[in-house]
């Protein structure tokens, strides 16, 4: 009988197992295979980018060499998934090695302690890797709006879309979903945002996204602040640069009642990009508010999953 749940269920087995080793066994970014996989990538960036090309050639450069990246991680990966023993194992691995959450939570909370001790100088220094503008000149408020922007987008495309893609597509979607975001941070390090060479990347990953981050944003609304997080998702969102973040950075400035966006500098050069809200700017203590907004939304759609699945064994029984 107990044989027969598990086998019947594993896939929903292996996914809770790996949500939960990612919450409380997460891989320390040093040795993850993102952190070898992301190298790799900037060096076929450097390689492939230059600046003085016209937008033609990068638009067929960065298709070409995405797509090249891509196909040859993705065959190996299918091969594996094909002689597997348990392919559900493996696909629960990827699914573990795709997730990314509680260690930037632990960075961010662990910036907001450095800016309460006016330790701009570490902070900064933390924050670097997890964004791709310049920090050296941050005040303490421009580096907790950074770092919170950084863990709603993070939050948002490393846990909640892989989590979407998973359950609808499987395995393969998600990892080359991933790949994807790994290609594009990558890149980002050395090229400006509006570059050409990555508006490839930039469309397909807003298609990809669309959905799941809207179903995110809206759920963050309706938790809290609900009618000025859709009043800020009509005056910001819809007019923001990257619609997707426009979304969710909209309903995180109206249920935490802070100012998001703003201008930044990437790549010595100044981006003025539209602020979000009219109130205060950031404070240390907000980090923790936000981690729990979002961890309200997180266990709000794992108790979704959990009932759908509960329903879906009831029927088949």
């Known amino acids: 009988m107990l044989n027969n749940i598990v086998q019947n269920h594993l896939d929903f087995i292996v996914f809770i197992c790996a949500l939960l080793a990612e919450r409380f066994l997460p891989l320390v970014s040093w040795y993850h295979p993102n952190h070898i996989l992301s190298a790799i990538f900037n060096a076929i960036g450097q390689r492939v980018y230059k600046k003085t090309d016209s937008k033609q050639y990068h638009y067929l450069a960065a298709s070409l060499a995405s ?28 699914l573990y090695l795709c997730l990314e959450s509680s260690s930037i939570n632990k960075k961010a909370i662990r910036i907001a302690k450095l800016t309460k001790k006016n330790q701009k100088s570490t902070a900064r220094e933390l924050l670097k890797p997890l964004v791709a503008r310049e920090v050296k000149a941050l005040s303490n408020p421009g580096i907790i709006k950074a770092v919170m922007e950084s863990v709603i987008l993070r939050t948002a495309r490393h846990y909640f879309v892989v989590i979407f893609i998973f359950l609808l597509l499987g395995p393969i979607a998600t990892l080359a979903y991933r790949l994807l975001t790994l290609i594009q941070q990558a890149w980002r390090t050395d090229i400006a945002p509006d570059s050409a060479f990555l508006k490839p990347l930039k469309l397909i ?7 799941p981050m809207r179903l995110l944003a809206l759920t963050i609304a309706s938790l809290k602040a609900s009618k000025k997080s859709m009043h800020y998702i009509k005056h910001y969102g819809r007019h923001f640069y990257q619609k997707n973040t426009g979304w969710l950075l909209s309903v995180c400035s109206a249920s935490l009642g802070v100012q998001l966006g703003g201008p930044a500098i990437y790549i010595k050069q100044r981006f003025n990009k539209m602020r979000v809200g009219v109130e205060r700017l950031p404070s240390a203590d907000d980090v923790p508010k936000l981690l729990n907004t979002l961890n309200q939304a997180r266990f709000f759609w794992l108790l979704i999953i959990v009932s759908v699945e509960i329903i879906r064994a009831v029927l088949t029984f």
């Open 67 to 94: 797509t090249l990246v891509l196909t040859v991680i993705m065959i190996i990966v299918v091969l594996l998934l094909e002689f597997a023993f348990y392919p559900e194992l493996l696909s629960g691995l990827i």
């Open 205 to 211: 990953l807003f298609i990809i996204e669309y959905i």
